[in-house]
């Protein structure tokens, strides 16, 4: 005998078309429109994961507001520097100081005092001309510039991926570089430069990229942090080695120390160790170091071992010193990974040192001919696994429906295990939009054919079958087919008296309201010349319905004979109501079609 027939959840061409909403989040991944959304769930991965710690120590020396009040208004000058630096590095032991500030002439004020600036740029450069571990910030954020000759110039960030030859370097403008005037003359100035330079700038001035290095036709710049971990392991400026996708740190007998990747062969994405305010970064005021400082020379004892206490606090020795702006009020405030309030952008070269020394650095999925096939594969694969099993229908629908939500799941919590524990970056955004959207879609589709196909099935068998078996039908999933197949029913076959002349055809279905024959899973068909007939369990029998209860209930139903003057042709009261006279057996693997 033929089988049934199940039909598919979804026809292969439906998926076709289905497949066009994951390509359409793939593409708006791979062009950034979805960028935004992405970076927010790696900010819900950093907080999750929480703050890790690091290798080596970092210390903040705030510009705060206090500072401001206590010594005035910015620009200071560099004295202040010179000395909060010389103490930290002498009497604190600190590996290496950063200063985030670009020390050069621009925006420098006409009214100050010429005599006073020059005395502080002497003491500051006779402290960096020792060649100690400090390092002064250069930026690309002044964009516009005179050059030598007095001619405005644009300047801009190089990027390699724009240097097809080695002219094009000739032409890159080097960064605002730090400038120190050690001339009391103005009419005969003389410039000096330190020997320690590290760039400060941010892609789009966040706080998640920036540029590892900048080439120049003057020499290749490197960032900051860059800077600070080749001093903090105490290598010259030769042993950091740029290639095509990494930047490598080389001991002196050339052999690797640390390695750093590069992305799009210029770009580092910094690995997030904790917020601002955080145990892990230890701070204090600028103003409060100066004074310490100052009284290292104090000729009162009390004072000067007060200094050295101070500067004996285990946090400065062999620590990376960074000193920059806090006070709101000098705009240089951004939100982090583990901050929505914009907070100091200093803490960027903190996290970056971290990241580096560490090695922890943020990994990705490999991306290949500029494309990020393997996020791509997710994509589709979760879309199809998970759409397929919610849209599921028939008696295991509501099993692929938790199905699907266990595998949704398991991979979000996949995504933030695998950050947590080896700080790898799963796509997010797309496959969950894909899925989202695609799932909706095909449920919507697959309810408007399921209504469409219980509508066919009902109206084909609704008037001639109970609708206890109609509604087992479209339950089923199965399309009606030929053939039929053994089953154990029982029969029923009557005449009925004076019920209608031979030959006359009368339609009696429980859509006209007939005997109540179908109540018991029974199907019951037309009545020709009186003569009726009725079956029980056809297709609908189950463990709880077998053949032999469907038999008692055909006994059962037989003897519910009409009531005197109702009509089964009208549903109402006749004169003379039919007589019934049953006659009913069993009949064992009779075939139904």
């Known amino acids: 005998m ?66 401001l009040s206590e010594i005035g208004g910015f620009p200071w000058s560099r004295l202040y520097f010179a000395r909060v630096a010389k103490a930290l590095i002498e009497t604190g032991g600190a590996r290496a100081v950063g200063m985030d ?30 060649n100690p571990p400090v390092v002064l910030a250069a930026a690309y954020a002044g964009q516009q510039f005179r050059d030598i000759n007095g001619k405005l110039t644009e300047r801009s960030f190089p990027l390699v991926s724009q240097i097809t030859q080695p002219a094009d370097i000739d032409k890159i403008e080097p960064p605002e570089t730090p400038e120190f005037e050690i001339s009391f003359d103005p009419d005969h100035p003389k410039v000096w430069a330190p020997p320690y330079v590290g760039l400060i700038d941010t892609i789009e001035g966040g706080t998640r990229f920036v540029w590892a290095f900048a080439p120049t036709n003057v020499k290749s710049y490197r960032h900051m942090a860059i800077e600070l971990a080749r001093l903090y392991w105490g290598l010259p400026p030769e042993a950091v080695r740029i290639g095509s996708d990494r930047l490598d740190f080389l001991r002196p007998d050339g052999t690797p120390l640390a390695m750093v990747p590069l992305v799009d062969g210029q770009v580092i994405e910094i690995n997030w160790f904790s917020s601002w305010n955080s145990p892990q970064n230890p701070r204090i005021g600028f103003s409060t170091a100066y004074n310490y400082s100052e009284m290292l020379a104090s000729a009162e004892p009390a004072e000067k ?169 479209v339950e089923s999933g199965e399309d009606p087919q030929l053939g039929g197949h053994d089953d154990e029913i029982t029969a029923y076959f009557s005449d009925i008296q004076s019920f ?13 309201g007939g005997y109540p024959i179908i109540t018991a899973v029974g199907s019951m068909p037309t009545v020709i010349g009186g003569h009726t007939y009725a079956s ?12 032999w209860d469907s038999t008692c209930a055909s006994c059962r139903n037989i003897c519910r004979r009409p009531q005197p003057g109702w009509s089964p042709s009208t549903g109402q009261a006749e004169a003379s109501p039919p007589k019934a006279i049953p006659s009913w057996k069993t009949a064992t693997k009779c075939s139904s079609s």
């Open 101 to 130: 500030f670009v020390f050069s002439k621009a925006g420098m004020s006409e009214s100050i005092d010429w005599k006073k600036r020059v005395d502080g740029n002497i003491e500051f450069a006779r402290f960096l001309s020792k």
């Open 305 to 473: 071992k007060a200094a050295e206490e101070f500067f004996a606090n285990p946090d400065f020795k062999d620590a990376v010193i960074l000193i920059g702006p806090v006070d709101p009020l000098l705009q240089d405030l951004a939100p982090t990974s583990f901050d929505d309030v914009p907070v100091p952008k200093v803490g960027v070269h903190g996290n970056l040192l971290k990241t580096i020394v560490s090695g922890r650095y943020l990994r990705r999925l490999p991306v290949w001919g500029g494309v990020g096939w393997p996020n791509f594969a997710i994509v589709f694969g979760l879309t199809l696994t998970v759409s397929a099993l919610a849209s599921a229908g028939g008696a295991r629908g509501l099993r692929s429906k938790l199905t699907a939500a266990l595998l949704l799941t398991a991979y979000v919590w996949l995504s933030f295990q695998l950050f947590s524990d080896h700080h790898l970056v799963l796509p997010l955004t797309a496959p969950i939009g894909a899925i989202f959207t695609t799932t909706f879609i095909a449920i919507i589709w697959q309810l408007i054919e399921e209504e469409r196909q219980k509508g066919r099935i009902k109206g084909m068998f609704g008037a001639y079958v109970s609708p206890q078996l109609v509604n087992r039908m």
């Open 2 to 67: 033929a089988q049934p027939k199940k039909k598919t959840t979804l026809p292969i061409a439906r998926w076709l078309l289905l497949l066009i909403i994951p390509a359409a989040w793939c593409v708006l991944s791979h062009f950034g429109f979805l960028e935004y959304f992405e970076r927010r769930t790696l900010d819900w991965r950093f907080r999750t994961r929480g703050e890790i710690s690091a290798p080596l120590k970092v210390v903040y020396v705030d510009v705060d507001s206090q500072s």
């Open 536 to 547: 029980w369990s056809v297709f609908a029998h189950s463990a709880a319905d077998p053949w």
């Open 500 to 512: 209608s002349t031979p030959g006359q055809f009368v339609q009696y279905d429980n859509a006209s």
